[in-house]
Structures are given as structure tokens and as C-alpha cells.
């Protein structure tokens, strides 16, 4: 299993094609997301990867209590990674982040019984999610993605 837990999903080819990998060898990839965004261009420009993310098999979900602040990625039973890199291009490319990667069954129990409680009061996200929006919502996630390379 890969779950990762990120503020922000705007990820660039390589992160698309990891995913997808992974799914296609049968692994449950699964990515939380906040429902209330804090940068709505970020927001907007996430949506625009919905389609081909969650076509290829990677399970979208929806974080209502709050905002998700949280950087976390959890590994089969053993790996868990924490720290301040989100899912884009800033993170990958231009800002200083950290992530501790932490190889600990104990450790990442403890993330996998957090992810767990984060993913039930989580929404699954489809592709009508998207396409069920109005017009003027989905142009400015199509306007957002060609700003996806800078945010």
C-alpha cells in the first residue's frame, strides 16, 4: 500500500506516473486531500489532475472536518514518511522541506491508525466530481493547471 495525506495535489509527470505504476502492479494508492482549501488556485489546479489520477485507479478522498494540513506518507506495514513536503512542483523544485523517513512497524502502526480515522471521515472522490461542476468552475481548473508548473 502507498497513502499519502497532503494539503496539495498538484503533481507533476513523474509523481502521475508513479502512481500509476503502482497501482497497475496492485497496490492500494490512496491520496486524502483537504475539501476546504486554503489557496484556491492550488485547490483549482488539483482538481485538474482528478481525471487521470482517479481513471488510473488511484483512490481520491476528500477530508471534510477541516483543513488537512498534514504531510504524511505511509508504506505497506513498515515505512512511514513525515514532514513539510507537499504533492507539487514548489515543494519538489524550490522550497527547503523535510521529511523524515521512518522504517518502524511500531511507528507506522501508529501512522496507519491515524490514516485510518483521517480516511473515514473522508469523501471518495470521483471523476463526476468534477465534471457535475459548472462551466465556469471547470474552466478555471483548466486556467489553473497551466499555472500547475509555478504553484
Known amino acids: 500500500r502507498v497513502w499519502i495525506v497532503s494539503p496539495y495535489f ?9 502512481l500509476q505504476l503502482a497501482v497497475l502492479r496492485g497496490v492500494d494508492v490512496r491520496v486524502l486531500l483537504p475539501d476546504r482549501p486554503d489557496h484556491l488556485l492550488v485547490y483549482l ?7 487521470e489520477t482517479v481513471a488510473a ?13 498534514q504531510k504524511v506518507m505511509l508504506v505497506d506495514d513498515g515505512l512511514a514518511m513525515v514532514g513539510t513536503a507537499n504533492l507539487d512542483n514548489r515543494s519538489f523544485r524550490l522550497n527547503f522541506e523535510i521529511s523524515a523517513v521512518v522504517a518502524d512497524r511500531a ?22 466530481d468534477y465534471e457535475q461542476r459548472a462551466f465556469p468552475f471547470r474552466a478555471a481548473v483548466r486556467i489553473a493547471r497551466l499555472l500547475a508548473p509555478v504553484l
Open 10 to 18: 498538484v503533481p507533476d509527470a513523474s509523481v502521475i506516473s508513479a
Open 107 to 128: 511507528f507506522a502502526g501508529a501512522v496507519e491508525r491515524m490514516l485510518e480515522r483521517d480516511f473515514a471521515q473522508a469523501t471518495p472522490v470521483g471523476v463526476e
Open 57 to 69: 485507479g488511484v483512490k481520491l478522498y476528500r477530508y471534510a472536518p477541516g483543513f488537512l494540513h
Open 45 to 51: 489546479a488539483g482538481f485538474s489532475y482528478l481525471r
